[in-house]
């Protein structure tokens, strides 16, 4: 009936998780069972626990896991048992868009990710003879152990902080991405990043590596601000500030050549169009639920400004996740300095943390 497990499990949305003892079931032919070493918390988590995105429960959420391999299914040959992997969305690998180099765009990204289920309608998780949701974004590894789409498991080094890893698989991807794969600032160019969370971080790292000459970051948390300019950002602004948009436009000489909108409410992405030169481009990436309707002043969009909605930083988490380890590698990532460590045990004040704003990434560990 599988392997025995600790996970953490919601029974009902805005209820706390409790950790008790559940089951595998058997491995399905391209999937993984993956021992974790740690898990991010990422603002997504929290959301489905909230209900805005409906996920079945009872459920175990976590999606920015890492750990070692211990067992593969039959038709599984890019990992091997003990091998260490972080593991990163769930998708199709046939679809056009899959076979385009845009998996976060997958056509069943929604069945492979958010349905709680296979396929074949069956679940990864038991606990006695219920059903208990698992696959939350191809992994639900708030648990000692995950059931892992073989697709979104990216092998790396052995040598490697493995623990720390995982949110390199969503909430620093995303923001990382939007710049790197999306945005795409040349050398000397300008950005200004709305909102230091992890995402919002993640943006500031990649504009930093890639030579941005101004970057500008906007949060209304003082320590939040403070460590976007230790990791690379020219200035950072509170989001009080009186006049913020003219201090932005002056900051940046006109206007800036591209923003990223982590928070995405209709005050933040008007604020982070109207900022921009012309032409310039808008990076927008919070998810707030199902649906989340905006009024844009369209004459901002004239003169060549841009809006570009993105998940998952629009990349192929098995060529990027590398490519931002190199980065870390060389000294021009260093993401480490916004996670905080908690044990595993400890998840419901690590929830906590992460819901208050007192910790930037939060990250479970085994």
């Keep these: 009936m599988g392997d025995r497990v600790r996970a953490a499990v919601l029974a009902e949305y805005g209820g706390p998780t409790q950790i008790r003892e559940i089951r595998t079931g058997a491995l399905r032919e391209r999937e993984i069972l993956v021992r974790m070493a740690g898990v991010g918390i990422c603002h997504t988590d929290l959301t489905a626990a909230a209900g805005a995105i409906p996920f079945p429960l009872p459920a175990v959420l976590g999606h920015e896991g890492s750990g070692v391999v211990e067992s593969v299914g039959s038709c599984v040959d890019t990992v091997r048992a003990g091998d260490h992997v972080v593991l990163s969305f769930a998708s199709c690998q046939q679809c056009p868009n899959c076979t385009g180099g845009h998996p976060a765009y997958c056509t069943d990204f929604a069945a492979l990710n958010y349905s ?18 698992g696959g939350w974004f191809g992994q639900s590894s708030f648990a000692t152990h995950a059931v892992v789409d073989a ?7 052995a040598d490697l902080p493995l623990a720390l890893l995982g949110p390199l698989g969503c909430g620093i991807q995303t923001g990382a991405g939007a710049v790197l794969r999306v945005l795409r600032p040349r050398p000397g160019s300008s950005v ?9 971080l993640g943006s500031v790292l990649a504009a930093a590596a890639t030579g941005c000459a101004t970057i500008l970051v ?32 002056r900051l940046t000489g006109g206007g800036a050549d591209h923003s990223v909108d982590t928070v995405s409410s209709e005050e933040v992405l008007n604020l982070a169009v109207s900022t921009l030169r012309s032409p310039g481009s808008c990076a927008t990436l919070g998810l707030r639920g199902q649906r989340n309707p905006v009024l ?23 060529t990027f996740i590398p490519e931002l380890i190199e980065l870390w590698r060389a000294g021009r990532f260093p993401f480490e300095e916004m996670i905080t460590t908690f044990p595993f045990e400890e998840i419901e004040a690590a929830l906590a943390a992460a819901s208050s704003g007192a910790v930037v ?4 560990t085994f």
Aim: without cysteine.
């Design 116 to 133: 709680g289920r296979r396929r074949d309608g069956s679940t990864t998780l038991h606990s006695g003879s219920g059903e208990v949701h």
């Design 192 to 200: 200004i990043v709305f909102g230091a969370g992890a995402v919002g």
């Design 151 to 157: 697709a979104g498991a990216v092998k790396v080094a």
């Design 361 to 364: 990434k939060p990250v479970l």
């Design 296 to 318: 844009i002043d369209q004459s901002s969009l004239l003169m060549g400004r841009s809006v570009t909605g993105v998940i998952e930083g629009d990349v192929d988490p098995q």
């Design 218 to 249: 906007v949060d209304p948390l003082p320590a939040r601000r403070e460590l976007a300019v230790k990791l690379g950002a020219t200035a950072a602004l509170d989001s009080a500030t009186p006049g913020l948009g003219r201090e932005l436009r």
